[in-house]
């Protein structure tokens, strides 16, 4: 009976030990199967609990180092507990916390190249875009489909090709700053300098769904000539507004 005790025990600490010393490659598969291929992981090294590499997206030249650390004990009781840092491994980026209930996430500060985060998220409609999108957060998480907390989105150095034509507009700096109600994410949505102005609010729900309801105007003086080509450009995808403005509604 002892040995097969023993034998039991150390089947299950060997089985462990392979846990615990998986190879970070393991995520790379994941990603490809949950992304439909769009995001990679690639040049990882350590393992899937301390472990470094590259997110590279599928047509956009940009790639995000990442590295992360995981609490083995949270597992006992069914969570996933952890911390994303910078690429060098040493300036904390976020804490995260997942379970079969919920998704939180604390302390948050995040940037991503715009082209690379927008086609990641399967938004084809605005490939094309440039600048840095910076995500802020002391706290933000789902329970369910309830959404709590506060977010700080900031584009810096936006830039987005107008889709049908080959105009690419200047946006400045556009900010987005939400908070949890229900089921959503609402918040205003805003932007400074540019050539056109932004004003209005929008909207991510619990399933992934947006919701935009903006004025956008080209910005007064700008050249004539390039404010009729930006009005033309934005009558494609939105109604006129009556105030030299169009209407951006999405859904």
Do not use: C, Y
């Not at 615990?20 to 994941?30: E, K, L, M, Q, V």
């Not at 977010?151 to 400045?172: K, Y």
């Amino acid at each position: 009976m002892r040995t097969a005790i023993a034998i039991v025990a150390g089947v299950a600490l060997l089985l462990l030990g392979l846990v615990i010393t998986a190879p970070a490659t393991i995520i790379d598969g994941r990603l490809d199967a949950a992304t439909d291929g769009r995001v990679r992981l690639a040049d990882t090294t350590g393992t899937i609990w301390n472990g470094a590499g590259t997110l590279r997206v599928a047509q956009a030249s940009g790639a995000i180092d990442i590295a992360w650390r995981v609490e083995p004990l949270p597992l006992l009781w069914g969570e996933l507990r952890g911390t994303l840092v910078s690429g060098d491994g040493v300036s904390p980026k976020a804490a995260f916390a997942v379970s079969r209930a919920s998704v939180d996430l604390r302390d948050a500060a995040l940037s991503f190249p715009a082209d690379t985060l927008l086609r990641a998220a399967g938004a084809p409609a605005l490939v094309g875009a440039g600048g840095t999108l910076a995500l802020r957060s002391p706290a933000i998480g789902m329970s369910g489909e309830a959404i709590t907390g506060q977010v700080a989105l900031r584009w810096d150095d936006a830039t987005l090709s107008m889709p049908g034509t080959a105009l690419r507009i200047a946006l400045g700096e556009v900010h987005f700053d939400g908070t949890g109600q229900g089921r959503w994410l609402n918040g205003v949505l805003a932007n400074t300098g540019g050539e056109v102005e932004i004003a209005g609010t929008a909207g991510l729900s619990a399933d992934g769904a947006p919701r935009v309801n903006a004025t956008v105007r080209p910005r007064s003086g700008i050249d004539r000539r390039r404010a009729t080509a930006i009005a033309l450009a934005l009558g494609l995808i939105g109604r006129p507004s009556g105030d030299g403005g169009f209407m951006i509604v999405v859904p």
